[in-house]
């Protein structure tokens, strides 16, 4: 809970600095006194670093403080995007035109900072054919090149064949 006008915690000396609620510098003032200028000016004392010596203070509307607080807290979760994970499957018998526009797609899901779950599934007796479909995801990874990690190698799981593949970071 943040702390204003008679909340505000005794500072050493009891001095605060103090800063107008038109951002001017108003000085080292005692804390009834920075207190009432506020109450004169019908706004709140909050405390806004106390960290430093003497704390600094500003007069200002605390429940408009606490909006833009709030609203600046509601944007940066906003801006912040969590990876999903997104899945491509195929077939390990797939058409070239078939077997570009999943890579065109697997490209712009790794472009948009998402990670990918390529899944080959197959049917009855394709099973056997599982080294083909390894070879497939490998040639996918190599197709992708320096725009992908590879985090899980191809693996066998039941009658499918999975590999994730990350966005690989960008050094700056």
């Known amino acids: ?17 103090v800063i107008s609620s038109e951002g001017e510098q108003l000085g080292l003032l005692t804390l009834e006194k ?23 203070c500003k007069i200002i509307d605390y429940g408009k403080y606490k909006f833009d607080q ?33 890579l065109n797609q697997t490209i712009r899901f790794l472009k948009s900072g998402n990670k990918v779950k390529v899944t080959i599934n197959f049917r009855g007796r394709e099973i056997q054919h599982s080294n083909l479909a390894i070879d497939l995801l490998k040639r996918l990874a190599q197709d992708l090149g320096d725009l992908t990690d590879i985090q899980q190698e191809p693996l066998l799981e ?3 064949i999975i590999m994730l593949l990350a966005p690989k970071k960008l050094v700056a």
């Not at 009432?36 to 706004?43: F, P, Y």
Request: charged residues 35%; hydrophobic residues 35%.
């Open 70 to 102: 709030e609203k600046k807290a509601k944007d940066l979760k906003k801006k912040q995007q969590a990876a999903s994970l997104k899945e491509v499957k195929m077939r390990y018998k797939i058409e070239e035109h078939d077997y570009n526009v999943k």
């Open 158 to 160: 039941g009658k499918n």
């Open 34 to 56: 920075a207190i009432s200028q506020a109450k004169l000016e019908g706004l709140d004392l909050v405390l806004i670093n106390e960290k430093i010596t003497p704390p600094v």
């Open 1 to 17: 809970m943040p702390q204003i006008n008679e909340r505000i915690k005794q500072s050493p000396k009891n001095l605060v600095r």
